[in-house]
């Protein structure tokens, strides 16, 4: 099974809903990572959280790591079309060691 | 800026013919990363450099290789590309350690006809 569960893997969203992606680890997570890319290119990283409890904001994505560590959510306020991608979670995980573990991604749509 | 780049952008090799992609990096970080990540799939983790100590996953085909001739260029080859093999290749660096944080490049797209 994967160690980083992505959901949903799809989301069809309208111009100015807010929606939720979520990651979640089946272990210990050391360091928890965002990043979106486009079809056919690389990854852009967004944020990266590491203390339970901890939340970042960017603009209108706003990303918290819950406090016992074993779990993300991403969350996109008022979403645009430039939201449109596949967002990806990535995870330092307990023994894993110097490596980012990813989750399988949320492709994500947003219909004008 | 310090960056991490990928050449070439887009890939085009003929089955069972040696291909070699290349990662430079500006950032002097001691760790690179080989990533393959096919269609709709994540991002899967090849094979890692730390300083000149090379970490092959136990599940990367005997097909890739790595070199790492200094602490700025890292390379993959891959011996004899199969239609298998066509996907895209992830390069990025990080200074070591947990939660130091990844640079991506902006990856190759390897087409095998």
């Known amino acids: 099974s994967q160690e980083l569960e992505q959901s949903p893997q799809s989301l069809i969203v309208q111009e100015g809903k807010n929606l939720t992606i979520n990651c979640t680890s089946s272990k210990t997570l050391y360091g928890l990572y965002w990043y979106k890319q486009k079809y056919g290119e690389g990854l852009i990283f967004l944020m990266m959280?590491?203390?339970?409890?901890e939340e970042k904001s960017h603009e209108k994505i706003t990303a918290k790591l819950d406090e016992k560590k074993q779990q993300s959510s991403l969350h996109i306020t008022a979403s645009q079309p430039s939201h449109a991608g596949i967002y990806l979670c990535g995870a330092d995980i307990a023994t894993s060691g110097s490596r980012l573990t990813f989750g399988e991604g949320t492709q994500l749509t947003v219909n004008p | 800026d310090a960056m991490v780049i990928q050449n070439p952008r887009y890939q085009v090799t003929q089955f069972g013919k040696p291909v070699t992609l290349s990662c430079s990096q500006t950032l002097n970080h001691n760790v690179m990363y080989w990533y393959q990540q096919k269609s709709s799939q994540a991002p899967k983790l090849l094979f890692h450099?730390?300083?000149?100590?090379?970490?092959n996953e136990a599940d990367t085909p005997d097909n890739f290789q790595s070199r790492r001739p200094n602490t700025s260029f890292c390379f993959l080859d891959i011996r004899s590309p199969g239609l298998g093999d066509a996907a895209m290749y992830l390069c990025?660096?990080?200074?070591?350690?947990?939660?130091?944080?990844?640079?991506f490049g902006s990856g190759t797209r390897l087409t095998v006809v």
């Open positions: 959280l590491q203390k339970g409890g």
């Open positions: 450099y730390y300083d000149k100590d090379f970490n």
């Open positions: 990025a660096t990080s200074r070591g350690g947990p939660v130091v944080g990844y640079t």
